[in-house]
């Protein structure tokens, strides 16, 4: 079974051979069609997020169960399959509340190792870690059955793939998360892969003025197409004062940071007007703090809240999402910019971190 692992921050991935169990009590194989090239697989490799190597990473992805250990209930060989890279339990208190994306319910054993703590892949005898407990760069992948959600036959496998982490965490900060109201103004800081669907993510929610902010000018005609009524190039313009201006000098009613900088997490919570909304989605380093004025939060009654996951419920939205991209009301043919065989992944990565793509796939 060959697989992408992290074998060392700062290398380049290995497609190596690996050999691996097959799935236990509540657990499922999965041959894998297609997996996206996402930041937070960057962050591991970048060694923002220091984890325990070796790692398959991957955590964006689509495919078909295979086969099923004792005791699994929600999925059939033969079903295709969207992968959850949290966790869902249902059984204690925040899965009970509908909050799935906090289920506490596996925090006793390590998120890259099976529920029993155990790994299901080996090299040479040694055990290597599944990124998200999925690690989904990989031919086939054994996983807890209840991270992965059926979703209609009829999706093509790229389209799935993207739903799994940058569709459901942009689509849903707008929709589950911040509940963006017709007609609200909106900023959106950083046009990749989680960006620009925070932008159709608004447009689906009748946003009246979609503002967008990029470094990069290619990036910000990815998100004109993708519904931002205007866009900022926050390299050579003042971010800041173009959004007053564009907003009767009050600010933007929402602000979404998709990068999870020190910066962009400022610059959102300034950028909203009094009473307005600041949401925080993309992933920081563990090393990132931010400075921000508590007066104007309390004078302004302004509030900053983070989202992760996009609030999603994988088992819901999944579905969900599917149904809107099949009726077209989302546009994912677009932000899918290249695909990729298994062995061009670090070609993946590498036209991911300079830029270059709105979403790259691996198609299997
Ligand atoms: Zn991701
Ligand atoms: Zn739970």
Known sequence: MRAAVLTAVNKPLEILDLEQEGPKVGEVRVEVKAAGVCMSDW???????????????????????????????????????????RPHCGRCSYCSKGRTVLCSGHNDTPRWRMHDGSARVTLNGEPVNQMARIGTFSEHVVCPAEQVVKVREDLPWTHAAIIGCSVATGVGAVVRHAEVEAGASVLVIGCGGVGLNVVQGARLAGAGTIIACDLLDNK???????????????????????????????????????????????????????????????????????????????????????TYYGSIRPTVDFGVLADLDMAKRINLDSLISRTYTFDEINEGFRLLTSGQVARGVIVF
């Open 220 to 306: 910000l005609a990815y998100a004109r197409e993708f519904g931002a009524t205007h866009t900022i190039n926050a390299k050579t313009e003042d971010t800041l004062k173009r959004v007053r201006d564009l907003t009767g000098g009050f600010g933007a009613d929402y602000a979404f940071d998709a990068i999870g900088g020190e910066a962009t997490a400022k610059l959102a919570v300034d950028a909203i007007a009094p009473g307005g909304h600041a949401v925080l989605v993309g992933i920081p380093a563990a090393s990132t703090t931010t400075s921000i004025s508590p007066l104007q939060i309390v004078y302004g009654e302004k509030k900053i809240t983070g």
């Open 43 to 85: 962050h591991i490799m970048n060694g923002d997020w220091p984890l325990p190597l070796p790692m398959v990473l991957g955590h964006e992805a689509a495919g078909v169960v295979v086969e099923l250990g004792p005791e699994v209930h929600n999925v059939r060989k033969g079903d295709h399959v969207i992968f959850s890279f």
